[in-house]
Nanobody, 114 residues
Framework: QVQLVESGGGLVQPGGSLRLSCAAS????????MSWYRQAPGKERELVAT????????NYADSVKGRFTISRDNAKKMLYLQMNSLKPDDTAVYYC???????WGQGTLVTVSS
């Protein structure tokens, strides 16, 4: 069945880095634009970054621009989010999403704290 599974979350100190991964299965990954979203405690889910089906086009929320990088490996059916210079405000559950005929992963928790 169609599935997205995130991994790579954890506890990191401010200024640190994490790389999130999202493994896709059950569909032709290379046909779909993908996104990362996040939801902080008590807040609405927000779009973090989007990447086109080929990986040739990316967009970022202003709050993460210059610190986060979205990428994909279509041969491996993997989506990534490299997060650098992390801040406490980046603490959230991070989700990957297939943008057409919407599919969500279960999320992975990122906690930025000293």
């Amino acid at each position: 069945q169609v599935q997205l599974v995130e991994s790579g979350g954890g506890l990191v100190q401010p200024g640190g880095s994490l790389r999130l991964s999202c493994a896709a299965s059950g569909f032709t990954f290379s046909n779909y634009a993908m996104s990362w979203y996040r939801q902080a405690p008590g807040k609405e889910r927000e779009l973090v970054a989007t990447i086109s089906s080929t990986g040739g086009s990316t967009n970022y929320a202003d709050s993460v621009k210059g610190r986060f990088t979205i990428s994909r490996d279509n041969a491996k059916k993997m989506l990534y989010l490299q997060m650098n210079s992390l801040k406490p405000d980046d603490t959230a559950v991070y989700y990957c999403r297939r943008n057409v005929r919407e599919v969500w992963g279960q999320g992975t928790l990122v906690t930025v704290s000293s």
